[in-house]
């Protein structure tokens, strides 16, 4: 009996000790799943070494340190990523870029927990790049690509890695394939420019040596809706960004603050045809359709649920400027926002739990989110100027806003949650007004 007791004993402490070392390999799980709804996220630390130069020629030596770094900046600037310091590594870069020989200890002891290796080639004058990602802790790769394009398209290629990567560790494709318009007044007058998620390449679309206003994408990323003075009064400009197609709203009074219903080619915007300023449905190419609010005083800035069935407007049927939700369905509208008596610019999150929106206090403008359901409202940014038209990115795992906390307004972004706060461009004068794009492609 003695020895049954001794056996048991045995036997439970095993299972115990079962448990408790699949308790301990849980842990390591922590990395393999980006939550990008806590507050409270911690950054992955990964390695990435200059990539392995595939042969000894000048220019393949120089293309392997600029594609190495421009993934560590495109990978820092999701927020996910501590990017470790390359001169903490135990290996020469260019050998620890040999996928045959990573020995992951050496990654491991100093801390990384994911490691990107590499090779480039030159070869018949386009780019070879082979790229990999590995969890250092399990010992196996998670990603693993190879390319092959032309010597300019080294970003769209580290731009397609990343967005597999950010695939694998957080079930969406990210923002690799997304754009930002925005006003400027570079040129002088107040035009609409497009740039990439990061900033890199911008582009002036319109050139009406006016003052052209809130700029709006269509779900598909194909059209961009905005109010242009070209004609001395506010009117609405529907553009196809690359084929030569436009429609006008040019009704009397004012034709402002466009937004696309998602999924479909129709938008509503703010018009005063008929003595107050409501917001409207229409077509694409600008017909009318129905009117959706019937109050009196102005309701301006409509935002739609990715669902299509609710839209949040701002009013001032209250007093003051708040911020209000329509049941298109039912037609039934509620009031979101109390605190505070100025609140302005709304945004939807892609995810439809939030709304991202411009609050006044003592003068100033801060950007605040607040649940659909007016619950668990958020300051997000605090005593650094003016801040205002916050707009989500495709994913909802960032904020695109402007700021004028260095002095002219500038195009910052931050993450959903308020943190890694920077500015994103610089350019001479002003810009205001940032939308970010829906995805502009599909193809992985």
Sequence with gaps: MAAMKVYLKTVICLIIVMHLLRGVGLCRDDYDYIDITNPFLRKIPIAIPVFKKMSLDHATAKLSKETSDLLSTTLEFTGYFKIMDRDAFLL????????????????????AELLVTGGVAIKDNRLEIELRVYDTFKEHMLVGKRYKAGLVDKRKIIRRFCSELIYILTGDRGIFDSKIAYVSTNSGHKEIYICEFDGYNPKRLTNHKSITLSPAWSSDGKWLAYTSYLKGKPDLYIKHLTENRRSVIAKEGINISPAWVPGEFRLTATLSFSGDPEIYLLTGTGKMIKRLTKKRGIDVSPTWSPDGKKMAFV????????????????????????????NTQPSWSPKG??????????????????????????????????NESASWSPDGSLIVFSSTREGPSRIYVMTAFGTDQRRLIAFPGEQTEPQWSPRLSTGH
């Design 315 to 342: 009013s001032k049927r209250s007093g003051s400027p708040q911020i209000y939700i329509k049941d298109i369905d039912s037609g039934r509208v509620n009031r979101l926002t109390f605190e505070g008596h100025y």
């Design 92 to 111: 020469d870069p260019q050998n620890a870029a040999a996928s045959s020989a990573v020995k992951f200890h050496n990654w491991t002891s100093i801390g």
């Design 353 to 386: 739990d939030r709304i991202v929106y411009s609050g006044m206090k003592q003068g100033r403008s801060d950007i605040y989110v607040i649940a659909s359901d007016g619950q668990n409202l958020v300051q997000l940014t605090h005593n650094e100027g003016n």
